[in-house]
């Protein structure tokens, strides 16, 4: 990215990946530079406004807004916003929408990840085709896909029999499993 002074950064999980928002603020001339994956998708060079809000777009359906805010002097404060909501609250209402599975596959980072509302299995930020199943085992379903071109996969979803826990999402990979979702995205299993 040559020059550039990344002045804040933040990582956005999405059903696609997960993505780093970075952005540039000269405070001097105002000149703005954001930055989705390393990929620049807004520059703005001698603003005379230094304070404010940019908008982009971090996937085709995913908005999102930079907000610059003076806090003494010339320090600034930036904040995140993703779909309206600050990145804090979109993070915690994400995880809540979506099951994520972080795991190494043929020794490639894969990660598996299912839309509550829709049911949608992505992997690695690709819509994968499912074959839903009901499965006797659980008395719950089971939704088929391919992991990769030769390994086949499954997220088993039954109910724990508790309220408060309410339904058990299980990721299984060939003939190994179950893999509970990750709490934290950050623990890998080897495949």
């Keep these: 990215m040559g020059d550039i002074e990344i002045t804040a950064e933040w990582t956005v999980p999405l059903?696609?990946?997960r993505h780093l928002i970075q952005f540039e603020h000269g405070t001097t001339s105002g000149?703005?530079?954001?930055?989705?994956d390393g990929k620049e998708v807004l520059r703005k060079n001698w603003m005379f406004k230094l304070v404010g809000s940019e908008s982009f777009y971090i996937n085709k359906k995913t908005r999102a807004k930079i907000n610059i805010e003076a806090v003494s002097g010339f320090s600034?404060?930036?904040?995140?916003?993703v779909n309206g909501k600050p990145l804090e609250k979109f993070?915690?209402?994400?995880?809540k929408t979506c099951k994520t599975w972080s795991l190494i596959v043929q020794a490639c980072n894969t990660r598996v990840c299912m839309e509550l509302d829709t049911l949608d299995v992505w992997v690695n930020g690709?819509?994968?085709?499912?074959?839903p199943q009901f499965s006797e085992d659980h008395d719950g379903s089971e939704r088929h896909f391919m992991l990769t071109s030769n390994v086949s996969a499954h997220?088993?979803?039954f109910s724990?029999?508790?309220k408060l826990t309410g339904i058990i999402h299980q990721l299984y990979v060939g003939d190994?499993?179950?893999?509970d979702p990750d709490a934290d995205e950050d623990s890998i299993c080897v495949v």
Excluded: H, M, Q, T
């Design 15 to 17: 059903s696609d990946g």
């Design 31 to 36: 000149k703005r530079l954001i930055f989705v």
């Design 76 to 81: 600034y404060e930036y904040s995140l916003e």
């Design 91 to 95: 993070a915690k209402d994400y995880s």
């Design 126 to 131: 690709d819509k994968r085709e499912v074959e």
């Design 155 to 157: 997220i088993s979803s």
């Design 160 to 162: 724990s029999g508790k």
């Design 176 to 179: 190994l499993g179950p893999f």
